[in-house]
């Protein structure tokens, strides 16, 4: 809760009131927004953390699970199941115990994971705004872990790591390598969006009306939200 009660204050902090939006002269709203849209943007980090570390935990849950229930197994199989006659050896009175039976197959350790630390690493120094930090460890996760399920999601933070510096270069060669290498992740939609709202602060406004053009064809089930937003800036950016 910590998590979320410090993102929605510090959005609270960048909103400006009514009557301060009045007063305010475009430039000033424009800042506004992008500090606005740069929170939203690290509360949603946030968010897919939690959500990933649900999803580890719920597998480790199923594991357990199943461990269990195969050490309950093989003890019913040793007893021979309540009725069953004595195991052999097992005399009456006190006799030498059955043996014990044997202990599961050792479970392979979890794969990737050193692969989700370095993730999870590179993710905290972007929420803590060391940007470029974050970008050498996207960079180092997305090397040694390109098939990995978070690859999609490091690429696109990668960009966000570049344009939060303004690095509109790097960052729209960041989001075109995620929407070309990871078009089907989830951050796919994402990528696209982004890359298109680059090209326009890069002044590129007619490939960013054709980036913008794509995503409806290419992400015709993308969220509402993320549609909207699309609508936005092609309205923004006075496309056709």
């Known amino acids: 809760m910590k998590i979320f009660r410090s993102s929605l204050l510090a959005i609270a902090l960048v909103l400006p009131t009514a ?7 475009p430039v000033y709203l424009e800042d506004r927004f992008n500090q606005l849209q740069q929170s939203i943007t690290m509360l949603t980090g946030q968010i897919e953390q939690l959500q990933y570390r649900n ?5 480790q849950l199923e594991k357990m699970q199943a461990d269990y229930e195969y050490r309950l197994d093989q003890m019913e199989k040793g007893r021979g199941g309540a ?4 195991p052999a050896g097992g005399a009456a009175g006190g006799g030498a115990q059955a043996a014990a039976p044997p202990p599961p197959p050792p479970a392979p350790p979890a794969a990737g994971g050193s692969a989700d630390q370095m993730y999870h690493d590179a993710m905290k120094k972007l929420q803590d705004g060391d940007n470029a930090g974050a970008e050498r460890g996207f960079k180092a996760f997305l090397q040694s872990n390109p098939k990995h399920t978070l690859a999609g999601n490091a690429q696109y ?23 070309k290498n990871y078009k089907t992740s989830p951050k796919g939609p994402d990528n696209l969006l982004k890359l298109g709202i680059t090209l326009a602060v890069m002044g590129r406004k ?7 053009s794509k995503f409806s064809q290419d992400y015709p ?3 509402d939200l993320q549609k909207r937003r699309v609508d936005q800036e092609r309205q923004k950016n006075g496309c056709g």
């Open 83 to 86: 009725g069953g006659p004595r």
């Open 157 to 179: 933070w990668l960009g966000e790591s570049y344009y939060a510096r303004k690095d509109y270069q790097n960052a729209m060669t960041a989001f075109a390598e995620g929407y």
């Open 221 to 223: 089930r993308a969220p």
């Open 19 to 25: 009557a301060g939006a009045q007063r305010a002269d």
């Open 206 to 212: 007619a490939d960013a009306c054709q980036i913008f």
């Open 55 to 59: 999803q580890q935990l719920q597998q």
